[in-house]
């Protein structure tokens, strides 16, 4: 299982869509790929263009995001207090405690902000 973070939906969904390639030959080799409940809300409260919005809905179902529940937030809480800097980080931490407490990778475009989280497994395509 791979979770996506918001930076690599919006590359691949939006504009130039310079990710839409990687992401579908993810999918194709039978990836499992998933959006958390925070990457859907930070994907929505962005400007989305109707075509937007449903080629999400065509990939990532929003009956099939995966929560943001107890078990993510008491994570997402010990990985605040476990690195340096967490200040303005409370999202991509919340974002990373759901893939780590569903097992699973993580695909960012930008991975160095996710570098310092403890057993993350950063995905690289």
Known sequence: M?????SLLVDALT?????AGALRKTIERGERVALSTLVLYEWRRGPRL???LAAQEALFPNESVVPFGRQEAALAAELYRAIRRPRGREIDLAIAACAL????EFWALNP???RDIP???IFTG
């Open 15 to 19: 504009g130039p869509r310079r990710s």
């Open 101 to 104: 407490a569903n097992g699973a």
């Open 2 to 6: 791979i979770h996506l973070d918001t």
């Open 119 to 121: 057993s993350l497994t």
């Open 112 to 114: 160095q902000d996710f």
């Open 50 to 52: 109707p075509e937007e």
